[in-house]
């Protein structure tokens, strides 16, 4: 079946890939090495791929405040479960509905959704909004509603993909059927949407999970803080350091004792780890939702 | 009738002097209803720190409500957010009118008077805060922003100085000692020295991070009104004073031609200007001597806890006091406070009580610290407690007057008088008191911003040619207009020296 | 005609309550907070609120044109941004491509998380790892070239190397999560198109050229033109932090983004900086109308409303 010039195209495919993959991995290798260097080693002779003074400190560093850090990841985890849920099911649905046929007011809601891609209020009234109006503020809703729950462009992805994906004769055969709108939507699109689901609900999941600027803005209570706003509170206490060093203010407190250089790099290896981790078995749904919609028809 | 003229003056001034008598009096009362009014009020007091959640949290609001209760009928409430995200959130509650009374104020408190999130207490700061008024009477000139005052000036280093922050053991290989050291030939000697000894290390290193290694070098000479206009502090005002671009002076230039000597010799750490890794660090890693920068009398202190290593500093630079220096850092009350009287009274414990101020410095005695030495007024740990363990610490810079509580043990015994005595010395700005307003050049701002950015590091890293790059970097300020922005100053600094000489 | 409209829209009501909550969402997140826009053309003053604020005119937007660099940070922020998305179109789709016709599942897998990862490391700390690269002092390209016995090159000096460094770092972190989207589009493709084709005797390269690609299109025109309405903004961090702020680049690497947030450390206006926005997104909004009004011309079925 498999012939002699399909194989020597895969060993190609699989050589190209190999090289692209090892570009973008030799970095995190790197991570890896530097969070695993002696913090002086790093001041004195910068980052490097095999290290000649190990050291686990900043991993001790971390392990000291491990009862923060597990706390984090439990809030990260619970805000990108319930965020990516509703987010995936929100851009379904208008991505759904943009992409039937003309009806009334089709063209209002699409413009509707992209003017947003275009303008936003900027922080300040965005801020007052979720505080003053709607009392956000130290809480996990404050974590999952801004700004992340449904964007303009995951909508369009969706839209692009049903309008080139779901047949138009298989819904008209669902009317004619008497299927309602819903039934069609559950029944008939969302099994052919399954790439897209999958698609969405990875970069949903991913922009929850990778999200400080929520915490920064809504959350001041140590108890809500997400595992990259810890990630991100340190490297911003350190540029603050830096920024005011010069202005008479003079923050000790800020480096005293941490291995800064290689703690930096470690708390990044902890907030990616666990994706690394789970990333396989999302995986194997993401390819399998990939899959199903390639057999279809 | 001349004569009827004076005596009725004399009764009139007499009745008045007696009003005012009385109206003292009666204010004590006043002050008194207002403040118990039966009403408590709760008062939210925001700083930045670096744990948002310290463990003696609880406990230290606690007791300043036990403090605050025969003087106020209101309650505390303590919220630390963290440095990294301190200057946002501020921005955001000052925004968004939400709760918030007295906040540490570290940038822009012109521009945000000027926005109305401030709230003005020159009124009342004399009834409702007497002792923290008379407490920092000296500096608060400083912190007329138009005729109103937001806030309190802290009592810290105020005044600007740098010098030499090196290692001692180096320098004692060198053969000199710290008061051999006086000038900046005298640093150029030590670091000569110093290069020839230890060929393999670093003997300058920057002070800041992604800055020049002379950032320092002009500290104290002039001072920087905005964006690099200003005057030099020697400045004889008589004749009333000149506004100069700094960056265009002899001293900026002669400056430049040190930096690119000194770097062409090898003095420098290489890649200063995008270097991420803070001084302590450096220093800790045992392969460098020292930098140039800021001088003050805890300088040793801080240093030596943060690089574990023998450290000695000798100042160098003129010492001088701007208004700049003072009033960059302020306890301020935010516009939308409820009770801006009993938020006065909070603010007045932090300026004169004792008891309040080591709350607020040091925690709970006992448990956070405890008293060394009652007669000397020292403080530290307690047997097992140590920096990473303890539950509460706020840094002199921001506990608001340090001074009317505890030293703390690591610090010189008579830590306090130096601090008064190095700001008491210091040269006074010419323009001392003058705020200058920025409206009418926001856009001259901006671009110059850029073009420090773009020259400041190089220049004072020695990095490049200091003829043609000097030249270059005012050539760009120039088309960036900072020739308005003399014009502006000096307009603004003739008219404040006019009504206030 | 009466009744046909009452149809249509009865048949509507449907799609209608379907997009409800996304619809009441973007209002609460998006076009409520929108009339904050009314700050960059006040004068704030936050005693007298927000909108009761005195009016400002247009001298907000002043200093984003009086700057002498007006047209240089213009000019970079646009030719990054279309050098950003010729790039990583391309390298996404060739990424897709090649994923999509790679038989082993275990391959493919492997392959994917790896292109992934890039994109899950936050900006500041791809600056120091990029700073490891190609530091002066301890950089390993440097060090290599200096092993090789060559010159070393101070890249953070030295702007020539930068439009290509920063292509090069924003492809590398942005072009694996793209890949997704086309290579879930490729996946969606009939399969019987292939097999079509397959019968007709048609190349691999055949079946990529007149199928897959021509398939791609949609979505190629979709992205393009989403991006084309940001076209005024640039990644803070790529162009501030990557090159940490090195002042003898900012030639190359000053954008309006950074341009306005180095202007404004110092007086922190919000009037000023909420100008800044409404200007990048005017200007992304007339050229998006363009291009969409062009794309509708090309074909109707791409256009994005």
Known sequence: ?297 | MKKKLVSGLLVAAMSLSMLAGSIVSLADEATDAVLKDGDTTEILMVWPGSNASPASMQEVEDAMNELIAPVADAKIKLQIIEWGAYDDQINLMLSSGEKLDIFLGTSNIRERGQRGQLYDIAEDVQTYAPDAYAAMERYINACYFDGALYGLPIYRDMAAQAGLICRKDILDETGFTVDDVKTMDDVEKVIEKVHELHPEMYALIPSDLKSGCLLNYIKGQFDDISSGVGVAMDDDTSDGVTVVNIYDTDEYKEMAKVAYDWNQKGYFMPDSTTNTTPRQDILKANNAFGYFGNYHPGIVTQEVMNTGMDIVAMPITEKSLSTQSVNNIEWLVAAQTENPEKTLAVLNLLYSSADFQNLFRYGIEGKDYEVKDAEKGIAGYPEGVTSATVGWGNEMWLSGNASVGYAWETDPEDVFEKYSEFNDTATLSPLYGFIYDTSNVKNEITAISNVKDKYKAIIENGDADPETAVAEFNEELKAAGIDHIIEDVQAQADAWLAENK | MNSKKKKMLKRAIPLYIMVAPGFIYLLINNYIPMLGIVIAFKNLNFSKGILKSDWAGLSNFEYLFKAPDAFLITRNTILYNVAFIVVNTVVAIVIAIILSEIRSKMKVKIFQSCVLIPSLISIIIVSYLAYAFLSGRTGFINGSLAAAGKDTISFYTEPKYWPAILIFINCWKGAGYSSIIYLAAILGIDQEMYEAAEIDGATRWNKIRFITLPMLKSTVITLTLMNVGRIFYSDFGLFYQVPMNSGALINATNTIDTYVYRGLIELGDISMSSAACVYQSLVGFVLVLTANWVTKKLSSENALF
């Open chain 1, 1 to 297: 079946m498999v012939g002699k010039g399909e194989r020597r195209y895969q060993r190609m495919l699989t050589v190209i890939m190999f090289l692209i993959s090892l570009i973008m991995v030799i970095p995190l290798i790197l991570l890896v090495m530097a969070s695993i260097t002696s913090n002086n080693e790093i001041v004195m002779h910068g980052y490097s791929f095999w290290p000649k003074e190990f050291s686990l400190d900043a991993y001790k560093y971390i392990w000291n405040e491990k009862a923060q850090i597990f706390h984090a990841y439990g809030v990260t985890v619970l805000v990108t479960v319930i965020g990516t849920a509703v987010g995936t099911m929100l851009t379904l649905l208008y991505g759904y509905v943009l992409a039937q046929p003309k009806f009334p007011g089709k063209s209002f809601l699409a413009f509707y959704l992209f003017f947003t891609m275009l303008f936003n209020g900027g922080l300040v009234p965005t801020y007052i909004m979720y505080t003053r109006y709607l009392h956000l503020k130290n809480s996990i809703a404050a974590l999952i509603i801004p700004g992340l729950l449904m964007n303009a462009f995951n909508v369009i992805l969706a839209r692009t993909f049903i309008q080139s994906n779901v047949p138009v004769a298989l819904k008209e055969a669902a009317e004619i059927d008497g299927a309602s709108e819903f039934r069609i939507f559950g029944q008939v699109a969302l099994p052919l949407c399954k790439p897209i689901i999958a698609t969405v609900g990875l970069f949903i999941g991913l922009s929850y999970w990778n999200d400080w600027m929520n915490g920064l803005y809504y959350v001041t209570d140590a108890k809500l803080f997400s595992i990259q706003q810890l990630l991100n509170n340190m490297i911003k206490n350190i540029e603050f350091l830096s920024k005011n060093a010069n202005s008479n203010i003079n923050v000790s407190s800020i480096s005293g004792g941490i291995p800064q250089e290689t703690v930096r790099m470690a708390i990044a290896i902890v907030g990616l780890l666990p994706i690394l981790l789970v990333f396989p078995f999302v995986q194997k749904y993401f390819i399998k939702g990939i899959s199903v919609g390639a057999v279809k028809g």
